[in-house]
């Protein structure tokens, strides 16, 4: 069986060994997925709160691994061909020319923004090593840690593919397990610090604004799908499996990534909810920076995530290796070898090592790189090529599973969990979004070209008329107040008579919304009575 990329010669397909076994699946996925986001799982259950936390967790464990599923499926959808990289199976399933610019962006958010925040996860956690083996040491910028940590990979790099890097992955794996262990653990022994709240963060209650309690709730969510990031690498690892017609890759797949989840459940789950018992609301983004006791102990499992995250970033550094070769390759007919493995990948390798040093944020990090790149990958896009592919009959099983993972779907979740969220803060709330300070704006799900920023949509009592079709009404909340001139014009009258309005003018909050004030269906309207226009 060959690879069907017309990009990798045929060559180089046969020279690539496929002698692994399940338990190697299980090293690289634990090794994928168990890294910098669960030091971030208290944190991200401080902005939400035990029970949306919980459901958040228990909901994104269960759904990555269906879709995971769904991606090792399709692994061998069609006979006699393997689809060793999911630029492959976009290809296949969305067209030669649609299929890569769906998946290869989503694909490179993913590998691009894991390594980005894995090396600023090693930086810091060689900080934390040092303070605490040398706490009269005199103190070393975290920039410079980061850059020490990112001179092994310079070295790991040069290792020929995922095979090549089996040791360094179960390395990582049993020490994501043992760190994880500490964590908890140590939160546990310790117990909740003296005042500790559990409320989540509230507006009006001295940590922030209504616009800062809802950024940080999306934030959260971004953090949830950060830590189950590893379908964008399952077709590689699936890749180095040996397959014949009568023993399909997908069996020892499936039974090794099932085993990954079971050991990822036994260090999410322990460590969220400990972490978020012990410290309350004030936990920090890296839950072992807030533990200071004992010493040796922190050290130690600081270390450990500094060896995870080694394994880490040469797991989703290999597959863009291999893009990078192959274009440098096929485009640039540069011969393959020694020297443009050197250059190429340490040019990747120097690339995000520059990002991390320029950008060292951890939690923000995780919360962009989760909700723009990793819930697509994880949640959308393996149920989009299913339906493609497979083409299950219309309201089957298999059907409605995966149509309830379209966008649009998740879109009325998220909406619906914000304002649950919203809903508790004493200044914006759902008490307030269906006041009539609230405006009806009309979103429309299909018309995507017609796109509008939340911070144009206007707050005003009145309400909209008839709806349209495929069109709800929500309501926008007032976030801050602003002026804006709005002309609206009615059926009676040929001129425009502009009103002062207050809108929302959240200066980070970006939502697709086609604003329009026109329901009626007079022939003669043609939707421009009472229509919108904000400046």
């Given at each position: 069986?060959?690879?069907?990329?017309?990009?990798?010669?045929?060559?180089?397909?046969?020279?690539?060994?496929?002698?692994?076994?399940?338990?190697?699946?299980?090293?690289?996925?634990?090794?994928?997925?168990?890294?910098?986001?669960?030091?971030?799982?208290?944190?991200?259950?401080?902005?939400?709160?035990?029970?949306?936390?919980?459901?958040?967790?228990?909901?994104?464990?269960?759904?990555?691994?269906?879709?995971?599923?769904?991606?090792?499926?399709?692994?061998?959808?069609?006979?006699?061909?393997?689809?060793?990289?999911?630029?492959?199976?976009?290809?296949?399933?969305?067209?030669?020319?649609?299929?890569?610019?769906?998946?290869?962006?989503?694909?490179?958010?993913?590998?691009?923004?894991?390594?980005?925040?894995?090396?600023?996860?090693?930086?810091?956690?060689?900080?934390?090593?040092?303070?605490?083996?040398?706490?009269?040491?005199?103190?070393?910028?975290?920039?410079?840690?980061?850059?020490?940590?990112?001179?092994?990979?310079?070295?790991?790099?040069?290792?020929?593919?995922?095979?090549?890097i089996t040791a360094v992955s179960f390395a990582a794996a049993a020490m994501s397990l043992c760190y994880s262990t500490i964590s908890w653990a140590a939160c546990v022994a310790r117990g909740p610090v003296p005042g500790?709240?559990?409320?989540?963060?509230?507006?009006?209650?001295?940590?922030?604004?209504?616009?800062?309690?809802?950024?940080?709730?999306?934030?959260?969510?971004?953090?949830?799908?950060?830590?189950?990031?590893?379908?964008?690498?399952?077709?590689?690892?699936?890749?180095?499996?040996?397959?014949?017609?009568?023993?399909?890759?997908?069996?020892?797949?499936?039974?090794?990534?099932?085993?990954?989840?079971?050991?990822?459940?036994?260090?999410?789950?322990?460590?969220?909810?400990?972490?978020?018992?012990?410290?309350?609301?004030?936990?920090?983004?890296?839950?072992?920076?807030?533990?200071?006791?004992?010493?040796?102990?922190?050290?130690?499992?600081?270390?450990?995530?500094?060896?995870?995250?080694?394994?880490?970033?040469?797991?989703?550094?290999?597959?863009?290796?291999?893009?990078?070769?192959?274009?440098?390759?096929?485009?640039?007919?540069?011969?393959?070898?020694?020297?443009?493995?050197?250059?190429?990948?340490?040019?990747?390798?120097?690339?995000?090592?520059?990002?991390?040093?320029?950008?060292?944020?951890?939690?923000?990090?995780?919360?962009?790189?989760?909700?723009?790149?990793?819930?697509?990958?994880?949640?959308?896009?393996?149920?989009?090529?299913?339906?493609?592919?497979?083409?299950?009959?219309?309201?089957?099983?298999?059907?409605?599973?995966?149509?309830?993972?379209?966008?649009r779907h998740f879109f009325f979740f998220l909406a619906f969990f914000g304002f649950f969220k919203l809903g508790e803060s004493p200044e914006l709330g759902l008490a307030s979004a269906c006041s009539p300070l609230a405006?009806?704006?009309?979103?429309?799900?299909?018309?995507?070209?017609?796109?509008?920023?939340?911070?144009?949509?206007?707050?005003?009592?009145?309400?909209?008329?008839?709806?349209?079709?495929?069109?709800?009404?929500?309501?926008?909340?007032?976030?801050?107040?602003?002026?804006?001139?709005?002309?609206?014009?009615?059926?009676?009258?040929?001129?425009?008579?502009?009103?002062?309005?207050?809108?929302?003018?959240?200066?980070?909050?970006?939502?697709?919304?086609?604003?329009?004030?026109?329901?009626?269906?007079?022939?003669?309207?043609?939707?421009?009575?009472?229509?919108?226009?904000?400046?």
């Amino acid at each position: 069986m060959v690879s069907p990329s017309s990009a990798l010669p045929k060559v180089a397909d046969e020279a690539t060994p496929r002698r692994a076994k399940w338990w190697y699946v299980t090293f690289h996925n634990v090794t994928a997925m168990v890294g910098a986001g669960v030091l971030s799982l208290p944190y991200a259950m401080a902005h939400l709160g035990w029970g949306p936390g919980m459901v958040a967790l228990l909901a994104s464990w269960g759904i990555t691994l269906y879709t995971l599923r769904l991606l090792i499926e399709l692994h061998e959808c069609v006979p006699g061909v393997r689809f060793d990289r999911l630029r492959d199976l976009g290809a296949h399933a969305l067209g030669p020319r649609l299929g890569p610019w769906v998946v290869v962006p989503q694909q490179l958010i993913v590998q691009l923004g894991c390594d980005m925040v894995y090396m600023v996860t090693g930086g810091k956690c060689l900080q934390k090593f040092a303070e605490s083996a040398c706490p009269r040491c005199a103190p070393l910028h975290r920039s410079y840690w980061i850059c020490i940590f990112g001179s092994s990979q310079f070295l790991l790099s040069q290792l020929p593919n995922l095979d090549a890097i089996t040791a360094v992955s179960f390395a990582a794996a049993a020490m994501s397990l043992c760190y994880s262990t500490i964590s908890w653990a140590a939160c546990v022994a310790r117990g909740p610090v003296p005042g500790v709240s559990y409320d989540a963060y509230k507006a009006g209650t001295g940590t922030g604004t209504a616009a800062d309690s809802a950024f940080r709730v999306f934030s959260a969510l971004g953090q949830v799908a950060f830590a189950y990031a590893g379908h964008g690498v399952v077709l590689e690892i699936q890749a180095t499996i040996p397959s014949t017609p009568t023993k399909p890759s997908r069996a020892p797949m499936w039974k090794g990534t099932v085993a990954a989840y079971l050991v990822t459940a036994a260090c999410y789950f322990p460590v969220a909810v400990a972490g978020y018992w012990a410290f309350g609301r004030d936990v920090g983004d890296n839950v072992l920076v807030a533990l200071q006791r004992p010493p040796w102990l922190v050290a130690a499992a600081n270390m450990m995530v500094v060896i995870h995250v080694v394994g880490s970033y040469q797991v989703y550094a290999m597959p863009m290796f291999e893009s990078i070769e192959t274009i440098m390759a096929t485009r640039f007919r540069l011969p393959r070898g020694l020297l443009l493995r050197l250059v190429a990948r340490s040019a990747y390798v120097a690339f995000t090592l520059f990002v991390a040093v320029t950008f060292p944020f951890f939690g923000d990090l995780l919360g962009f790189f989760g909700g723009f790149g990793f819930t697509p990958t994880s949640y959308f896009l393996p149920c989009v090529l299913w339906l493609k592919i497979k083409k299950p009959p219309r309201f089957s099983a298999s059907w409605c599973a995966n149509w309830v993972g379209d966008d649009r779907h998740f879109f009325f979740f998220l909406a619906f969990f914000g304002f649950f969220k919203l809903g508790e803060s004493p200044e914006l709330g759902l008490a307030s979004a269906c006041s009539p300070l609230a405006c009806s704006v009309r979103v429309s799900l299909s018309g995507l070209h017609h796109r509008r920023s939340a911070a144009d949509a206007c707050v005003h009592h009145r309400r909209l008329t008839e709806h349209r079709p495929r069109r709800i009404d929500v309501p926008v909340l007032l976030l801050k107040p602003s002026h804006l001139h709005v002309p609206l014009h009615s059926h009676g009258s040929s001129k425009s008579s502009p009103s002062l309005v207050h809108a929302a003018l959240p200066l980070h909050f970006v939502a697709s919304l086609r604003v329009s004030g026109c329901g009626c269906s007079l022939p003669k309207c043609r939707g421009r009575c009472s229509k919108l226009y904000t400046r």
